[in-house]
């Protein structure tokens, strides 16, 4: 996973590329006015390579141009030399061979490049890849930056421990990497940009080259959602208790009120002299 160039990142290729090239048409001229004709061609293979590797779906086009002004200068400046003259036209050819072949290659890692990338930022697991020496973030896809409610270029090159709270967590886990724990799950506390806390699942999927690529799954939601399903359940439990001692007491009520009826009822009878009932009668 890789971010794009910033515009001072952009001026610093261009500059390498246009350093390498003008350095290959001022030694080529240099040297055709010197009558050094076995060493310049090479020159002009780094301004490729380099327009290869930084710009590959231009590098076709970039090729072309450098070789062009290679074959001009010959032309130029030793059109006296026929035997140069044919050297440079094969110069030329091989010059457009490497930029095309190389820049169909680039071109392919940078489609397939894109392709994963594409895939983990639709993935619904959050995912970020961070270097284990200097624990910092060397990227991390859209919803894990979400989740934690930054922009994605604003924890790029930032420390883990910006979003990790835990600091014993954290070199817990690392300890565990770096033991080859592949697969492992940590379950830790990070910090959301606004101060919430998160409860995440980090798991190691890669470890190559001291870079390290974490799947992440979000366990804030449902640890909120099992702790409101408990509390429901305390508060219905609480409720039955409640009304469960209402009802008794609402009978305790009404048994001693039928006893004190029965009591006065007896009372009366006995004055009148009438027979007593008997309660099994009833």
Known sequence: MTHMPSSGEEVIRLFIIVSAYSGAVASTIFSLTHGIFAVFPFLYLLPIILAVY?????????????????????????????????????????????????SSYANQLYEERERIRKILDNSQDGIFCFDVRTQAILD???????WLRYERPDLVGRPLA????????????????????LGSETEGVFRAKDGTLLRLVVSTVLVSGGRVLCSVIDLTGSKIAEEEIRKTLEDLEEQVRARTAHLERINEELHAEILEHR???????????LPLRDEDDE
């Open 140 to 146: 991390i896809n859209l919803k894990c930056a979400g």
């Open 263 to 273: 009591m006065f009822e007896r009372m009366i009878l006995s004055e009148e002299g």
């Open 162 to 181: 910006i979003v990790w709270a835990d600091g014993s967590e954290r070199e817990r886990f690392i300890a565990g990497v770096n033991s080859g724990e």
């Open 54 to 102: 930084f710009y590959p779906k231009r590098a076709v086009i970039i090729t072309l141009g450098i070789s062009l002004t290679y074959i001009s200068l010959i032309y130029v400046l030793g059109f006296t030399n026929p035997s140069l003259i044919a050297i440079a036209t094969a110069w030329f050819a091989i010059f457009i061979t490497i930029g095309v072949v190389f």
